[in-house]
T-cell receptor, first 113, second 112 residues
């Protein structure tokens, strides 16, 4: 049973396209996150939702829009993809906004041609 | 906001050698500290965490870390590494702003 699952695992697309990455967690957690890991392995928080409400919105281009239809899902939609968007995107979840550890998905490797 | 620095970018060692990875953070308030490991091609997994109490915490796979408040440090150690410990190691800090800030990561390569 996968706790945090992301789809797709790999995404190869052309500049200018619009794409979505889906994330689901079956842990009953209240809080979910999106991280971007660049080519140097640096991990940076992008967004966080707690009970479907946005609580963290880092300096991210507004081409990136998260959507949380319910607290078990947090999807990431990206418009007008650019070369610099190539990265691995990780979804994570935690019990709540407190100090419990975050559980990560397997990542989505996005490659822009 | 807090920042996290990991001293070593890449560490190469032989099996059975001891490992210590440095981590320092800058944040004046109460922090919660974590070490995560990312094996090649896999997601991040929690190795250990510190919230309060005994500053020496033990995690999975024989890892431990020591929180030294006066030095703003949370170094990771393992007395004897195995080839399977080859991975990327990330130190992370959470303050009062809900955000988990990661260090840049240390690549550990263990040679058989």
């Amino acid at each position: 049973d996968t706790a945090v699952s992301q789809t797709p695992k790999y995404l190869v697309t052309q500049m200018g396209n619009d794409k979505s990455i889906k994330c689901e967690q079956n842990l009953g957690h209240d809080t979910m996150y999106w991280y971007k890991q660049d080519s140097k392995k640096f991990l940076k928080i992008m967004f966080s939702y707690n009970n479907k409400e946005l609580i963290i919105n880092e300096t991210v281009p507004n081409r990136f829009s998260p959507k949380s239809p319910d607290k078990a899902h947090l999807n990431l939609h990206i418009n007008s993809l650019e070369l610099g968007d190539s990265a691995v995107y990780f979804c994570a979840s935690s019990q709540d906004v407190g100090n419990q550890p975050q559980h990560f998905g397997d990542g989505t490797r996005l490659s822009i041609l | 906001a807090q920042s996290v620095s990991q001293h070593n970018h890449h560490v190469i060692l032989s099996e059975a050698a001891s490992l210590e990875l440095g981590c320092n953070y800058s944040y004046g308030g109460t922090v919660n500290l974590f070490w995560y490991v990312q094996y090649p091609g896999q997601h991040l997994q929690l190795l250990l965490k510190y919230f309060s109490g005994d500053p020496l915490v033990k995690g999975i796979k024989g890892f431990e870390a020591e929180f030294i408040k006066s030095k703003f440090s949370f170094n990771l150690r393992k007395p004897s590494v195995q080839w399977s410990d080859t991975a990327e190691y990330f130190c992370a800090v959470k303050g009062n702003d809900y955000k988990l800030s990661f260090g840049a990561g240390t690549t550990v390569t263990v040679r058989a």
